[in-house]
């Protein structure tokens, strides 16, 4: 059974840090391109950062650009958001996903494997 498994959310203040985790198991995914997505309360997901296999493409929102930074261990069959100084207004639940093909990495049709997401809360 293939599954993405996310971790490391919870409840901060403005300013702090969080590092999200994302363990794959099931496949392989290291020929994979990883995304992260949110999902604020009564929106729709939003692309938040993309990576490539080989890390040699990474791609971010503007929104998280200079804040957010995305890695992946293919040896772990694991990718990680590391999200610095953090405000209200990325609060969301957080998705992982795999992409087998595709190019536009910023596009959630793209994906195939989904995650349940982890909770980030943000208070100012």
């Known amino acids: 059974q293939v599954q993405l498994v996310e971790s490391g959310g919870g409840l901060v203040q403005a300013g702090d840090s969080l590092r999200l985790s994302c363990a794959a198991s099931g496949r392989t995914f290291s020929s994979d391109a990883m995304g992260w997505f949110r999902r604020a309360p009564g929106k729709e997901h939003k692309f938040v950062a993309a990576i490539n296999w080989n890390a040699g493409r990474i791609v971010y929102s503007d929104s998280v650009k200079g804040r957010f930074t995305v890695s992946r261990d293919n040896a772990k069959n694991a990718v990680y958001l590391q999200m610095n100084d953090l405000t209200p207004e990325d609060t969301a639940v957080y998705y992982c996903?795999?992409?087998?093909?595709?190019?536009?990495?910023?596009?959630?049709?793209?994906?195939?494997?989904w995650g349940q997401g982890t909770q980030v809360t943000v208070s100012s």
């Open positions: 996903a795999a992409s087998p093909s595709s190019s536009d990495y910023t596009a959630a049709p793209a994906y195939l494997y």
